[in-house]
Nanobody, 123 residues
């Protein structure tokens, strides 16, 4: 089991920045690729990006590419999502998830999930 807890969400104006954090506990954190997803009201949960176990390779959805950056610190069991140039359409609950490969982009391909943190971007 891996327990994940997200933090750092909040209300921000368009064009602003937020940094989300995800703290992991339980099984060895570095064994897992980590993903970020988001879910807006009335919409399906969608892939935001992911990072490999240790090399730090990342991939992103086209909608956030160039604005969002994922990083991780295996010594601290943490993964981060730096969000810049935020837009109102980025408003959603953001989730971190642990899985076996950073190539996974579907929610059902990830094994463990946090409870989510709300991000609201005002226009």
């Amino acid at each position: 089991q891996v327990q994940l807890v997200e933090s750092g969400g909040g209300l921000v104006q368009a064009g602003g920045s937020l940094r989300l954090s995800c703290a992991a506990s339980g099984r060895t954190f570095s064994n897992y690729a980590m993903g970020w997803f988001r879910q807006a009201p009335g919409k399906e949960r969608e892939f935001v990006g992911a990072i490999t176990r240790s090399l730090g390779n990342t991939r992103y959805a086209d909608s956030v590419k160039g604005r969002f950056t994922i990083s991780r610190d295996n010594a601290k069991n943490m993964v981060y999502l730096q969000m810049n140039s935020l837009k109102p359409e980025d408003t959603a609950v953001y989730y971190c998830a642990a899985g076996d490969s950073y190539y996974r982009t579907r929610p059902d391909e990830y094994d463990y999930w946090g409870q989510g943190t709300q991000v609201t971007v005002s226009s």
